[in-house]
């Protein structure tokens, strides 16, 4: 019998006494006191004489060791190890399980509990990247937000149910393949609030989802399919369509390595191409520092780089195969199959960044070969057609045109997009959605992220989109986040504070850049609300963010 159970029926008991004696002879002051003496011994448990305490919650170690094998939603859990605190980390129970979610496809998840006196009450779900095919840990959280671990979350995050990277396993394998594309945060969900509810006794008072690129779709999936899911999103530098990325893709593809690579940008001609568009518009936001932040005034011309009669002539010039490829990256692009939401448009990849350590046009766009494609887009760009769109692993990339398929490649979109602008359910719940991009992104177009946000306010309204969701552009950021602008927020922070505590992001917030240690920051700027961005005052170090205001076009 439980307590309250207890107190109940005391009361019920006492009361019924009450109403019996109601008028009669010594009146009600003992049945006041046998009321009384009733709820006291209903307060104190039903443990009366004779009976045992209740017994004492086992410790931590013996909990967390005891989930192994048991049953948590439609999951259950393999391993369960306490991990060791450390001078960045919480004390954690670490867990690993399965779902099997059909015969042909297994999700392979992980959850990290921490210790009971310092969760937060929160669990956050993270989102994968790529192709899935792995299980992240939070270390892809702190890549954008800075050291989190110690705040006390309890985090859980999937391999998509693909055990590869390449989307080999999704080769005639429709369960797979809709777990990837929108089926298995939801089961994922499940398993992790009862893997809760069993080692802390109740559930999680905030359930919270981050994600990036990949997991940026998954996140505005989320709002869109599962609106009563979350109370809070983070979706960082979404790839909202592969369908529409990969056409994109193919395009590219097809420009830079036919005619034996004649339109490929090697390392040096990336790097030329980039400092003469830095040159031209740096200073557009008032600061020369090598971030472009004024990035719809930049229309640098890369004709003025052109070789004398168009004909490649060495590492300081671009021919005329080159500059169409460096107009590619730098135009719109109409899709030659419409895709999911009657979408028929490709918005350009991202300005500046292009020669950056990371995220540059050799990793994510070009390669290292002219005749032997080897690139992010590359590699995605394949596997999505071999294994998805022809079924077939003898296609090629350069060999095939998207309009062989338009019925395919619509019916893959409808599964895999994040194109929806119906938020309504999310936001009449009181869910909060920050969305934002980078805008020397070179892998994934930050226009994704801008058109998805337009398309939202065009079909709610900008009063309704302001009162739960905000969007922020991040200059100078590539995909990752890297590059030399700022990429560092604590999201997690601001999301929660607009949930929990009623406190609407601010239109210019602080983003900042981490010195090779990974620990020094060395640049901070403006994080400014769409449309604005951060232009420099005129006076102070161009190294703060104080130096800086939001500015319109």
Known sequence: MTRNRSIALALSCSLAALVAGCGGGSGGGGDAAALAAAIAAANAGVNGPGSAPPAPRAAFKERCSGLVGKAVGPGSIATAEVMAASATTLQTCQVRGAIVSSPTSTINFRIDLPEDSVWNQRLVQIGGGGYDGVVVGPDLVMLANGDVYKRGYAWVSADGGVQVPDLSSTLNNPSAFDNFAFAYHPQVLKAAGAAIQSIYGKPAARTYFYGMSTGGREALLQAQRYPQSYDGIVAGEPVVDYSNVIQRGIALAKLAFSNNGAGWLSPAKIKLFGDAQMAA??????????????????????????????????????????????????????????????????????????????????????????????????????????????????????????????????????????????????????????????????????????????????????????????????PGVVHGPGGPGAGIVDNLAILENWVEKGKAPDDSLTAARLAADGKTVEMTRPLCRYPTWPKYRGTGDKNLAASFSCAYD
């Not at 887009?377 to 998805?388: N, R, V």
């Open 281 to 474: 518009c740096d200073g557009l936001d008032g600061a020369v520092d090598g971030v472009i932040s004024h990035v719809s005034a930049c229309r640098f011309d890369v004709r003025t780089l052109r070789c004398p009669g168009g004909a490649d002539s060495g590492d300081s010039c671009l021919s005329d195969p080159q500059i169409a490829s460096v107009d590619f990256m730098r135009s719109d692009f109409t899709l030659p199959v419409p895709v999911a939401n009657g979408i028929t448009r490709a918005p350009a990849w991202g300005v500046g960044g292009e020669a950056a350590a990371a995220g540059n046009w050799t990793i994510a766009q070009f390669g290292a070969s002219p005749t032997a494609p080897a690139s992010q887009l590359y590699f995605f760009s394949d596997w999505w057609l071999k294994y998805q769109v022809t079924s077939n692993v003898n296609t090629t990339v350069l060999g095939y045109t998207p309009g062989a398929d338009p019925a395919r490649w619509l019916e893959l979109s409808e599964k895999v997009n994040a194109t929806n602008p119906d938020l309504s359910a999310f936001a009449g719940r009181g869910a909060k959605l920050l969305l934002w991009a980078g805008a020397s992104d070179n892998l994934v177009p930050p226009g994704y992220a801008t058109d998805y946000y337009q398309s939202v306010v065009g079909k709610l309204g900008q009063e309704t989109t302001d009162s739960f969701m905000r969007f922020y552009m991040l």
